[in-house]
């Protein structure tokens, strides 16, 4: 069992490139959500999904845009890169019942 | 709105000393309540979590009480291990599904 699967592990961006992180659980879990790590400030959660088709927005969801078309699937584009979105990105998937949530390994990116 | 307060690390203690890690929080209702831990290169791994006033969550050794009255879910453990040394969240989740985490406590053990 795979689990959650993130994608790519480390990037290395120039301001104002645009890039898409993926992430694919295979548990059939409705909840998605990814969220950004940086020092000092624990985990800030970016988007979320629901369910298929439904998203919505978390703490700090500017500059970054999601869909979610499947439930295995919840892509994180960022649409012009700044340097103020070099961190390490998470995305995490969970049900509704018992509330705990499954991470992937994380994404490091870097703006340059 | 809800939030997590965390105490500040480096936590540094030698093998086999008793470990505490403060938590408290900030929600309206009754939230849910959890410990992650993150190990160095890893995404985070749930520890262990309470669901109700009184509860007390274990796993591996660590326990957390869930007190209603101080809003505190301080994790304990009563003999370290240099394998515990991770990066520890405290999290709440209140009615909708998301989870507010704590900013992390880096613990060090030293053999």
């Known amino acids: 069992n795979a689990g959650v699967t993130q994608t790519p592990k480390f990037q290395v961006l120039k301001t104002g490139q645009s890039m898409t992180l993926q992430c694919a659980q295979d548990m059939n879990h409705e909840y998605m959500s990814w969220y950004r790590q940086d020092p000092g400030m624990g985990l800030r959660l970016i988007h979320y999904?629901?369910?298929?088709?439904?998203?919505d927005q978390g703490e700090v969801p500017n500059g970054y845009n999601v869909s979610r078309s499947t439930t295995e699937d919840f892509p994180l584009r960022l649409l012009s890169a700044a340097p103020s979105q070099t961190s390490v990105y998470f995305c995490?998937?969970?049900?509704?019942?018992?509330?705990?949530?499954?991470f992937g390994e994380g994404s490091r990116l870097t703006v340059l | 709105g809800n939030s997590v307060t965390q105490m500040e690390g480096p936590v540094t203690l030698s093998e086999e000393a008793f470990l505490t890690i403060n938590c408290t929080y900030t929600?309206?209702?009754?939230?849910?309540l959890f410990w992650y831990v993150q190990y160095p290169g890893e995404g985070l791994q749930l520890l262990l979590k309470?669901?109700?006033?009184?509860d007390k969550g274990s796993n591996k050794g660590f326990e957390a009480t869930y007190r209603k009255e101080t809003t505190s879910f301080h994790l304990e453990k009563g003999s370290v291990q240099v394998s515990d040394s991770a990066v520890y969240f405290c999290a709440l989740r209140d009615s909708s599904y998301k989870l507010i985490f704590g900013s992390g406590t880096r613990l060090l053990v030293r053999p």
């Open positions: 309470a669901t109700k006033a009184d």
């Open positions: 995490a998937s969970g049900t509704g019942n018992t509330g705990e949530l499954f």
């Open positions: 929600a309206t209702g009754y939230p849910s």
């Open positions: 999904s629901v369910g298929a088709g439904i998203t």
